[in-house]
């Protein structure tokens, strides 16, 4: 990663500002809205974090997912979110995705950009006082497009940076 | 005052004992101080607990850290390639040796006074041997506390009791289904990776139970899959099926079935070529029958085969996840999760094996999710004062009949849909709590 940016102070705050509304479809659980921001080709990968000494080759698996999906499956998931049975989110969670130090550089391709960002994510659920926190680093692969809102989610790669993680399920998106 | 509380607790027990046998559990079972101290004492410290799966450590020097009760265990493949296990602990202050979950390493040293221990427990390095000891402490009585193990088809257990009966013997005949999770393909199975592991608000008893054969949470708890048409099996025809359990050891396996549904089916053909030539032809004429595998080895261990695909209505492939529900406190718990895969298949076909068990059963899965939000709230219930005396039902089944015609072993019913799995594990759990194991 470049030590300072090379892109465009234009270009970052529209990529910065397609996260937070992005974010913002999430929170007002506009699920149909969201699936608008992720292109196609999408991929959406959450890997399982292993404690392991300083030196080891690895801390997030290589193999290990908690999502694994594509457009199809984001589908499924919200589809099953609109049916009367989701029972995990009945009554819904009530989300907050705080998305920070968004750090941009150029893709590997022409009109993608590797957005690097934080999210943490509040979560309340029914009467239960005490909220969970969830803290991630994200790395997304974003692309322009020449439709509204002029990007797309190509890649989505988030991190937990918790290995031993505080839900009892994961009904909610990163 | 102690002692007449655990009097008081005792004889209570023996009244659970009882209510078991007429088809009641009580509902404070699942989250009570008292109830979780007495599994640690008399269940976890003497039942053959699940540790690993030998494919987690394949290499000499490979570990992971798990845990019996509330014990953490280094299970280690040693560098003569068998598995010793013992507790992560220095025997000089105490000290945890190995603060990761999984690596590779010949020797730990701990990292307060520098005693160093090989893989296998041995304790080789003492600093200062002759300056501070001045040739007194014995190596050989300083070892790790080594932990008893045994291990079938893959799956490495331990024992914290010198006196239990054999891992052969604790599991009693359960092997046959076992070998269904066990020993896909011609090869057997391995883990796809490390395992999902996160906490929950649940009694690791609900888990056990629902996952020793609970198909009838399936059509309202994962109401939406039937509604999207996941479901090779539909509301009217999903009773349909065998309960297994092995009468006093508490193991039981719920076998679903469909009619019209392809024997083997979501196993590609030479896979299930190879699997049907190595099983029995008992085993063959069982799993050709079974859409859904659905079996908890006693306690703490289930597993879950299910044909599903990531798209309803595609033909989808067959996933198998291994849990294993860590008790923290009561009514708390670490749940681990694993997909097993078939050691023989293609890259690609155990990566969509992989992808369907992340979809449905991961820490995500769309149908775990659904099952942790109920287990919570019931777990939540279970600690409130007014169910002290409240029992549940657990009489379905109470009359039926054996199905002596079934070629597998253990007590078996029909249909699928059924409690009797449950009062043996419940009567197995309560012949620990009582010190009669």
Redesign the interface.
């Known amino acids: 990663m470049a030590t300072t940016t090379q892109v465009d102070l234009e270009t970052r705050m529209s990529l910065q500002d397609f996260l937070y509304r992005e974010a913002l479809a999430l929170d007002e659980r506009r699920f149909r809205d969201w699936l608008e921001y992720l292109a196609d080709d999408i991929r959406y990968e959450?890997p399982?974090r292993?404690?392991?000494?300083a030196l080891?080759d690895w801390e997030l698996?290589?193999?290990?997912?908690?999502?694994?999906?594509?457009k199809?499956?984001l589908e499924?998931?919200v589809?099953?979110l609109e049916?009367d049975?989701?029972?995990?989110?009945?009554p819904p969670s009530r989300t907050r995705h705080f998305v920070t130090n968004v750090v941009v550089d150029p893709g590997d391709v022409e009109n993608e950009y590797l957005v690097q960002s934080n999210c943490f994510i509040y979560r309340s659920r029914g009467d239960e006082p005490t909220p969970s926190f969830y803290s991630l680093f994200r790395k997304d692969t974003v692309r322009r497009t020449s439709t509204a809102p002029g990007w797309e989610i190509a890649r989505r790669w988030a991190a937990f940076d918790q290995?031993?993680?505080?839900?009892?399920?994961?009904?909610i998106f990163i | 005052m102690t002692s007449s509380v655990d009097r008081s607790l005792d004889d209570e027990l023996q009244g659970i004992r009882q209510g078991i046998r007429e088809g009641r559990f009580p509902a404070r079972a699942f989250n009570d101080q008292q109830i979780y101290d007495l599994e640690q004492d008399r269940l976890f410290s003497r039942a053959w607990c699940f540790l690993a799966h030998e494919s987690e450590i394949p290499a000499p020097g490979d570990y992971v850290t798990r845990y019996i009760g509330n014990n953490n265990i280094i299970v280690a493949r040693t560098e003569h390639g068998d598995i010793s296990a013992n507790l992560n602990m220095c025997r000089h202050r105490g000290n945890m040796l190995c603060k990761s979950e999984m690596g590779n390493a010949s020797h730990f040293r701990c990292s307060y006074h520098g005693w160093t221990y090989k893989n296998s427990g041995e304790l080789i390095g003492v600093p200062y041997m002759k300056e501070g000891y001045e040739g007194r402490l014995k190596r050989k009585e300083w070892g790790l506390v080594n932990v008893r193990v045994d291990s079938y088809a893959g799956l490495v257990f331990g024992c914290l009791d010198p006196d239990a009966p054999s891992l052969e013997e604790y599991l009693g005949g359960f092997q046959f289904y076992l070998d269904f999770y066990l020993k896909q393909g011609g090869e057997g199975s391995e883990v796809h990776g490390p395992p999902d592991h996160w906490v929950a608000e649940t009694d690791w008893k609900i888990c056990a139970e629902n996952f020793a054969g609970d198909g009838y949470h399936t059509p309202v708890a994962h109401q939406w899959g039937f509604n999207l048409g996941y479901f090779p099996s539909s509301g009217s025809t999903h009773s349909q099926g065998w309960a297994a359990s092995i009468p006093g050891l508490g193991h039981g396996i719920g076998l679903g079935h469909s009619p019209n549904f392809p024997p083997f089916g979501g196993f590609p053909d030479d896979l299930a070529e190879r699997m049907k030539a190595s099983f029995t032809p008992e085993q063959v004429e069982v799993f050709s029958q079974v859409r859904t595998a659905v079996g908890t080895v006693f306690p703490n261990l289930s597993f879950l085969m299910q044909p599903f695909s990531l798209v309803p209505g595609e033909s989808g492939v067959r996933f198998v996840t291994m849990r294993l529900y860590h008790p923290v406190g009561p009514g708390r718990m670490e749940m681990y999760s694993w997909c097993l895969v078939p050691k023989d298949a293609s890259q690609e076909y155990k990566d969509e094996a992989y992808r369907a068990y992340t979809l449905a059963f991961g820490q995500a899965g769309t149908f775990e999710q659904d099952d942790f939000e109920n287990w919570t709230k019931v777990t939540r219930a279970a600690g409130s004062t007014m169910v002290k005396n409240v029992d549940f039902p657990y009489i379905m089944g109470m009359e039926s009949e054996r199905d002596k015609d079934f070629p597998g072993p253990g007590h078996v019913v029909r249909p699928y849909v059924n409690d009797t799995n449950f009062r043996n594990l419940w009567s197995r759990w309560a012949d620990y709590l009582v010190g009669e194991v």
């Open positions: 959450v399982v292993v404690t392991r000494e080891a698996t290589p193999t290990s997912r908690i999502f694994d999906d594509t199809a499956t499924v998931r589809q099953r049916t049975f989701a029972w995990a989110e009945q290995s031993l993680i505080n839900a009892h399920n994961m009904s």
